[in-house]
């Protein structure tokens, strides 16, 4: 098993650029997230997906949407790339919260500056 | 907000001595979760334990949890340098839906 993954590993992008970040997993997890991590700040979460179809936002979601058509993949988009969106960005995944499983399964990461 | 604040905020020991660090939070929870994160990379889940659990092992991690005072501490003992990462304490909002996690404690084990 891949476990999480996400594309890109790193991304470049001027003020104003739109871009999308893809996560998928193959664990059958009904929950994903993206999250934020920036130095001293610990992570934030963005946006999560309790399941195929279905977003809900997290502590910053401004500036970003995202979107759950299929329920391995979760998508986070940025529509208008500002310099305080520069950070690392992680995706997880998890088992339905009542299953007992509560950990979470992370990404290797995208980090993305810019300019 | 963060729901977890880890103390110390870093820390430098020894190979081969015991490290600890604390994790406090603000309101009720029914678990509390311990992740580590190398540099450069994704978190790793290290260990869960229930509210109704006081201590719980895991290899050379010892995690207690104490909820009339809502803190919780991670002891890694025989540390190794294999152990430098930071490390993050978690807990769920009710539905356990989603994780809040604290600012972390950075843990350099010198060889």
């Known amino acids: 098993n891949a476990g999480v993954t996400q594309t890109p590993k790193f991304r470049v992008l001027k003020t104003g650029q739109s871009m999308t970040l893809l996560c998928a997993q193959d664990?059958?997890?009904?929950?994903m997230y993206w999250y934020r991590q920036d130095p001293g700040m610990g992570l934030r979460l963005i946006h999560y997906s309790v399941g195929e179809g279905t977003t809900a936002k997290g502590e910053v979601p401004d500036g970003y949407n995202v979107s759950r058509l299929k329920k391995q993949n979760f998508l986070l988009g940025l529509e208008s790339a500002a310099p305080s969106q520069t950070s690392v960005y992680f995706c997880?995944?998890?088992?339905?919260?009542?299953?007992?499983?509560?950990?979470?399964?992370f990404g290797p990461g995208t980090r993305l500056t810019v300019t | 907000s963060q729901q977890g604040e880890e103390d110390p905020q870093a820390l430098s020991i020894q190979e081969g001595e015991n490290a600890t660090m604390n994790c406090s939070y603000k309101?009720?929870?029914?678990?509390l979760q311990w992740y580590r994160q190398n540099s450069g990379r994704g978190l790793v889940h290290l260990i869960l334990i229930r509210s109704n659990e006081r201590e719980k092992h895991s290899g050379r991690l010892r995690v207690t949890l104490d909820t009339s005072k809502k803190s919780s501490s991670l002891l890694i003992t025989a540390s190794r340098a294999a152990d430098t990462a930071s490390y993050f304490c978690a807990t769920p909002n009710f539905g356990n839906e989603k994780l809040t996690f604290g600012t972390g404690t950075r843990l350099t084990i010198i060889p």
């Open positions: 309101t009720s929870i029914n678990n």
């Open positions: 664990m059958n997890h009904e929950y």
């Open positions: 997880a995944s998890s088992y339905w919260g009542t299953s007992g499983r509560y950990e979470q399964y």
